[in-house]
Nanobody
Framework: QVQPVESGGGLVQAGASLRLSCAASGRSFSNYAMGWFRQAPGKEREFVSAINLWSGSRSYYADSVKGRFTISRDNSKNTVYLQMNSLKPEDTAVYYC???????????????????WGQGTQVTVSS
């Protein structure tokens, strides 16, 4: 079992960058696929990015963030990162980190594939 805790959110202007971190307590962090999701007011939670377990050799992105966001993981620190560049007002949301123990190929985009969730960190991008 792991418990993700997000940090790094804040208020920035359009075009700026932020790096979110997700530190996961517990054992066997490397055995978990990690995902980032976001939820804007009045909207459903949506997929942002994910990275596969162990080496993190495969990453996945929503079309809306592809080319701007980069996910990475450091298993020695039990941490996954989301580097967000060229932020836009439409990126404003609460960002959630999630850990999935058995996420099969094709299912990284689904909230139901993840077992453990953090409390979220607010990202606000002003125009």
């Amino acid at each position: 079992q792991v418990q993700p805790v997000e940090s790094g959110g804040g208020l920035v202007q359009a075009g700026a960058s932020l790096r979110l971190s997700c530190a996961a307590s517990g054992r066997s962090f490397s055995n978990y696929a990690m995902g980032w999701f976001r939820q804007a007011p009045g909207k459903e939670r949506e997929f942002v990015s994910a990275i596969n377990l162990w080496s993190g050799s495969r990453s996945y992105y929503a079309d809306s963030v592809k080319g701007r966001f980069t996910i990475s993981r450091d298993n020695s620190k039990n941490t996954v990162y989301l580097q967000m560049n060229s932020l836009k007002p439409e990126d404003t949301a609460v960002y959630y980190c999630a850990a999935g123990l058995a996420v099969s190929s094709g299912n990284y985009y689904s909230t139901g594939s993840y077992n453990y969730w953090g409390q979220g960190t607010q990202v606000t991008v002003s125009s």
